[in-house]
C-alpha cells in the first residue's frame, strides 16, 4: 500500500518529535513545516528514517509556500501554539486566524483529516485571551473543514517539555515556592506518547469525532505535582499559598521578560481546572485511554536535577554497593 502523506505545522516542538517517531515508523510519510530550516532541521530530521521526513522551511503567513505542500498531502496536523504573546505573534494571528487558513487550505485540496491541538478547558476559561483566540480557532475550523479533530490535550509533559523540566529548575534553584490560587488546580497529566498514539489512532481508524479532550490517567493539583517533582528531586522546599494581588503584580513583572515565567493571562488561565468537562468524548471513550503516569515517567529524568546528577540513580547506587562488597 502506498505511504499516506501528512504534512504537519510546528512538528518541531516537543508534542511534535514524538508524533514524527509515531507516524514515520507506522510508515506515514511526514512533511514538516518549519520558520528555521537551519536552527530546527537536525532535530526533525533525526526523529525518523531517511525516507520518511521532509523538511521545509515557510513563514507560517507565506500562504503561496503553504498552499504548494496541501496538493500532496493526505491528512495535516496543527501543532503550533504559543504561551505568551508578543509584538509579531499575537494569540489572535496563531491560535485563530493561521488554522482557519489550514481548514480552507484542506477543503480545497480534498484532504482526508486534519487534525488541530487545542487546549482543555477553554469554554470555562472566558477571561483567557489564550483560550479565547483558542476556541475562535476551533469554531473557524469546524465551519471550514468538516473532516476535522480538534484534541484538546491538558498539560503534555515529556523529557523535553518546558512543564516538569522547568518547574525541577526552578524547585532546585528558589528556597520557597509560589502557591497560585492555594496550588488546588487540578491537572491530568498527558504524556507526549500518549498523545501521539491518539493521534495516529485517530488517522489510521477514521475517527471522526470533532472535538476529543485528551487526558493522562490521573488527577493532580498543582501543589501535588509539585510535590512528586520535589520528592523526584530530593529537594525539601516551602510551598507558600501567594495572595492573588501579589501573584497579579509579579506576573505584571515578569511578563516583561523575553521568555516570561507567568503572564497575567496565564494567570486567568490557572484559576480552572484541567480536567474533563463531561460534555465530549475524551480519549478513553475512543479506544486510547493513557497508560503513562506523571511520576513514574518523570522519575526517569528527573536525576538530572538531583545532587550527583546521573551517579544519584538507583542504577549506579546499587552497582557501586555490589563493587564495596
Ligand atoms: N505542551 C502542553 O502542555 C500543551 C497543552 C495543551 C495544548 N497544547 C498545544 O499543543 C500544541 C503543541 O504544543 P507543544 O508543546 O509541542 O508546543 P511547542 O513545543 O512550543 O512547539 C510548537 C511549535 O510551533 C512552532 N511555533 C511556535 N511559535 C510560532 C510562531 N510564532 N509562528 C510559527 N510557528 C511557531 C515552532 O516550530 P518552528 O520553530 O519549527 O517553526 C514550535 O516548535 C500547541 O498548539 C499547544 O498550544 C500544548
Known amino acids: 500500500m502506498k505511504a499516506k502523506n501528512c504534512l504537519i505545522f510546528g512538528g518541531s516542538g516537543q508534542i511534535g518529535s514524538f508524533l514524527i ?82 481548514a480552507k487550505l484542506c477543503k480545497k485540496y480534498n484532504l482526508k483529516h486534519f487534525v488541530h491541538i487545542s487546549a482543555l478547558g477553554i469554554n470555562d476559561a472566558v477571561d483567557s485571551q489564550y483560550a479565547i483566540s483558542k476556541l475562535e ?14 484534541l484538546r490535550p491538558s498539560v503534555v509533559f515529556s523529557n523535553s ?9 526552578l524547585l532546585r534553584r528558589l ?20 498523545l501521539s498514539n491518539i493521534i495516529y489512532h485517530i488517522l489510521s481508524n477514521k475517527i471522526e469525532t470533532q472535538v476529543i479532550e485528551c487526558v493522562g490517567p490521573e488527577i493532580l493539583t498543582f501543589k501535588e505535582i509539585l510535590q512528586i517533582l520535589l520528592n ?36 486567568r488561565l490557572l484559576k480552572y481546572d484541567n480536567v474533563t468537562s463531561g460534555k465530549y468524548k475524551t480519549n478513553s471513550d475512543i479506544g486510547v485511554p493513557s497508560k503513562l503516569f506523571f511520576k513514574n515517567e518523570v522519575k526517569k529524568y528527573s536525576f538530572m536535577w538531583r545532587d550527583g546528577g546521573e551517579f544519584s ?13
Do not use: W
Open 21 to 102: 517517531r509515531k507516524l514515520t515508523k507506522n510508515n506515514i510519510k511526514v512533511t514538516v513545516v518549519t520558520r528555521n530550516i537551519h536552527q530546527k532541521g537536525l532535530k526533525i530530521k533525526t526523529q525518523g528514517n531517511a525516507g520518511f521526513i521532509d523538511i521545509k522551511e515557510a513563514k507560517i503567513f507565506e500562504e503561496n509556500k503553504i498552499e504548494k505542500l496541501f496538493s500532496e498531502a493526505d491528512y495535516c496536523i496543527n501543532l503550533i501554539g504559543i504561551l505568551y504573546e508578543n509584538k509579531r505573534n499575537t494569540f489572535k494571528s496563531i491560535h485563530t486566524i493561521f488554522p482557519t487558513l489550514l
Open 137 to 150: 480557532g476551533e469554531n473557524n475550523i469546524l465551519t471550514n473543514f468538516s473532516r476535522t479533530t480538534i
Open 161 to 169: 517539555d518546558n512543564f516538569s523540566t522547568q518547574f525541577m529548575t
Open 175 to 194: 528556597p520557597v515556592f509560589p502557591l497560585y490560587y492555594s496550588g488546588k488546580t487540578k491537572f491530568m497529566p498527558l504524556h507526549a506518547t500518549d
Open 232 to 267: 523526584l528531586i530530593n529537594k525539601k522546599r516551602l510551598l507558600i499559598p501567594m495572595p492573588l494581588s501579589l501573584a497579579k503584580i509579579s506576573a505584571k513583572f515578569f511578563q516583561l521578560l523575553p521568555k516570561p515565567l507567568l503572564t497575567e493571562d496565564q494567570l
Open 313 to 325: 540513580t538507583e542504577k549506579y547506587m546499587s552497582e557501586n554497593l555490589k563493587e564495596e562488597n
